[in-house]
């Protein structure tokens, strides 16, 4: 029976919120044995880094028709995008069922897992309030983008402002980007860089990262936290807890919302019917930017959250040696095969590479075209890996073909690979046991890696091919078309390379001049024709008197030279003699009508004559010599 398979869409793989939602999701899927796969997928309108909007081609993969659920990290993405553009983002998708993280979503066929925001603000306000003593509560909202968790946060904040009789002070309230920058910038610009003090006693933040950019502007400032202004923040990450003093912070239990969120899928998946719109309690976590003491059980926490800042630098001791691993040019196969250790070293059990047949262009705000089909290029499965060959398969049915990973219901991260803007495919890998934030920095240095590999093997096949094209451009333009011996241009290169190489190593050789004997006969008895079958026999018969290592080139009409290095002068004899009997063989081989002979002159060449040209000259004189006998003992025959 075929396993589940969800597939979930995030924007940013690596923040607490990400991993501690994905840790969640795959912690069901792991229970149930259901695949789940990672897409780190920006939207085309992402403006951080110049080419991370790359990665919204991985949304392709949400369209694949054995995925059964899709699950959506939603509030991520409303930082651009309000809920009715998003649901047209999704429109390619809505033919599937989606579980929306976060937020509502107005599409067909979705189920909504929400975080409790008004009972937990009740909760934040009256522990503000009644324990802390609080009287003006300044708030840091999202709200300069266009999220809609930010705005139910800033709703609740009102609500409860009310409830305890406070009045709202739009001079106290600020609109960040959920992020430490903005947080800090936007209380410089209202407050001035010039500011010592406040005038609120409590500070909430739409999110722990403005929560810590807000307390890093008060330390900057001199205003001390818990003692002139208390800090609350939201999503209660690591740092929140490593930082000091400690932020007090609203835990919304991510991982539960994925737990809940995978749940679902499940239920839904199985025909059982699931609630809508699920809300998922969140809880007050109390530390010391709220005036309390830290107590030990809450050290340990900090300690355990150190440790885990402390891990992410350990980890970076393992990309340091993949850089070091990866820094050579290799052709694609050589290097596939040499990654093998740096996947073993770091947890993943499983990792495919997938690649297109070619490069894909793909620019800003434009749509991504998935090829039709694409080929697994690398296996590696067990501690084992392997090259495959013409592996291709429909990207629009599977992610991966079925029988790769055959029997895993692991969770897997899906991540593209590009460089600059160009798409190579994509790659498969499991989730080991070192954290989302260390295997997506892991995966995008492979990533460059393989897109260089593909480049240096494409231009090297390239670059081997021009070579071959010239060589027989080069050869065509140095042989002679009748006969296929070397031309005279190809004669004069290569004989006196073979000329040079004797001299300096101290050898010596013949060169000599051979003219058929008779051609002006032949041609005006049998035609031209048979002309051109008479020099082509000529060539033949030089060839299989002469060795394979002397240079043989026609250098117009019937005449021929050889540059032969090493042949003793005093062997020429014999060989007129074995030209004589080979042109008889020839001659009877193709039924000739005629006889045919040449006339052959000879001259040595040594350290002191060695030029080519002045040889053949030389050569050429020999051979008029004999021509004169030849046509001596035809006349007294």
Same mark, same amino acid.
């Given at each position: 029976m075929k396993n589940l398979k969800f597939l979930v869409m995030t924007e940013e793989i690596c923040s607490d919120y990400s991993r501690q939602v994905i840790d969640?999701?795959?912690? @069901?899927?792991? #229970?149930?044995?259901?695949?789940?796969?990672?897409?780190?997928?920006?939207?085309?309108?992402?403006?951080?880094?110049?080419?991370?909007?790359q990665y919204w081609a991985g949304a392709k993969l949400l369209e694949v028709k054995d995925v059964d659920v899709v699950i959506v990290l939603t509030g991520i993405y409303f930082s651009t995008y309000t809920a009715e553009e998003f649901a047209e983002v999704l429109e390619p998708f809505k033919d599937k069922k989606i579980i929306s993280l976060s937020q509502k979503l107005p599409v067909k066929n979705s189920w909504a897992i929400l975080s409790d925001n008004e009972t937990i603000f009740e909760n934040a306000f009256e522990f503000l309030v009644k324990t802390c003593g609080s009287k003006r509560i300044a708030f840091m909202s999202a709200n300069k983008t266009s999220s809609i968790e930010s705005k139910m946060r800033f709703d609740a904040y009102k609500k409860n402002l009310r409830a305890y009789r406070m009045i709202y002070d739009d001079s106290i309230v600020?609109?960040?980007?959920?992020?430490?920058?903005?947080?800090?910038?936007? @209380?410089?610009?209202r407050l001035g860089k010039d500011c010592t003090s406040v005038?609120?006693?409590?500070?909430?933040?739409?999110?722990? #990262?403005?929560? @810590?950019?807000?307390?890093?502007?008060?330390?900057?400032?001199?205003?001390?936290?818990?003692? #002139?202004?208390?800090?609350?923040?939201?999503?209660?990450?690591?740092?929140a807890a490593a930082i000091q003093p400690s932020l007090s912070s609203i835990s919304p239990f991510n991982f539960n919302l994925g737990y809940n969120a995978a749940m679902t899928a499940f239920m839904i998946s199985n025909g059982i019917d699931a609630q809508k719109d699920f809300t998922s309690p969140a809880n007050l976590v109390i530390r010391e930017s709220t005036g309390y003491e830290y107590c030990q059980h809450r050290k340990t926490l900090r300690t355990e959250a150190l440790n885990q800042l402390v891990l992410r630098g350990y980890d970076n001791t393992y990309i340091y040696y993949l850089l070091d691993t990866i820094q050579c040019n290799d052709a694609l196969d050589v290097f596939l095969r040499r990654i093998q250790k740096a996947l073993k070293e770091v947890d993943i059990k499983n990792f495919a590479v997938v690649l297109y047949d070619e490069p894909v262009f793909y620019k800003r705000l434009t749509d991504f075209a998935m090829p039709?089909?694409?080929?697994v290029e690398? $296996?590696?499965?067990?501690? $084992?890996?392997?090259?495959?060959?013409?592996?291709?398969?429909s990207p629009q049915e599977h992610i991966l073909p079925p029988e790769i990973f055959e029997g895993t219901a692991m969770s897997y991260i899906a991540q593209s690979i590009y460089y600059g803007e160009k798409q190579y495919g994509y790659m498969v890998y499991s989730i080991g046991g070192l954290g989302l934030v260390f295997y997506n920095l892991y995966a995008k240095a492979l990533s460059n890696a393989i897109a260089n590999s593909y480049e240096y093997t494409?231009?090297?096949?390239?670059?081997?091919?021009?070579?071959?094209?010239?060589?027989?451009?080069?050869?065509?333009?140095?042989?002679?078309?009748?006969?296929?011996?070397?031309?005279?241009?190809?004669?004069?290169?290569?004989? #006196?390379?073979?000329?040079?190489?004797?001299?300096?190593?101290?050898?010596?050789?013949?060169?000599?001049?051979?003219?058929?004997?008779?051609?002006?006969?032949?041609?005006?008895?049998?035609g031209h024709e048979f002309g051109d079958r008479a020099i082509k026999a000529e060539a033949e018969i030089l060839k299989s008197a002469f060795r394979a290592t002397d240079t043989i080139g026609r250098i117009g009409g019937d005449e021929f030279?050889?540059?032969?290095?090493?042949?003793?002068?005093?062997?020429?004899?014999? @060989?007129?003699d074995k030209i004589g009997l080979r042109?008889?063989?020839v001659r009877d081989k193709y039924q000739l009508p005629f006889d045919i002979s040449i006339s052959l002159g000879a001259i040595e060449f040594d350290d002191k004559l060695s030029d080519l040209n002045t040889l053949l000259k030389f050569a050429d004189q020999q051979q008029y010599v004999e021509k004169r006998k030849f046509h001596e003992m035809e006349g007294k025959s």
């Open positions: 969640g999701i795959c912690h @069901l899927c792991s #229970q149930k044995k259901i695949e789940c796969v990672v897409c780190n997928v920006r939207h085309p309108k992402y403006s951080e880094g110049i080419f991370e909007y600020f609109h960040g980007k959920f992020t430490m920058n903005s947080a800090y910038e936007e @209380l410089e610009e005038d609120f006693d409590t500070f909430i933040a739409a999110n722990d #990262q403005m929560a @810590l950019g807000a307390m890093a502007f008060f330390k900057d400032h001199g205003i001390k936290v818990p003692e #002139q202004v208390k800090v609350l923040g939201y999503d209660d990450i690591n740092e039709e089909k694409v080929k690398y $296996v590696y499965e067990n501690g $084992v890996g392997r090259i495959l060959k013409d592996k291709y398969f494409t231009q090297y096949v390239k670059n081997l091919e021009l070579q071959m094209e010239n060589y027989e451009l080069e050869q065509t333009s140095r042989t002679d078309e009748l006969t296929g011996v070397l031309n005279r241009r190809g004669l004069d290169i290569q004989g #006196q390379k073979q000329i040079d190489y004797a001299v300096a190593t101290g050898g010596h050789g013949v060169v000599f001049y051979g003219d058929m004997n008779g051609l002006k006969k032949i041609n005006d008895t049998y030279a050889i540059v032969a290095a090493g042949f003793p002068i005093k062997k020429i004899p014999e @060989l007129k042109c008889l063989e």
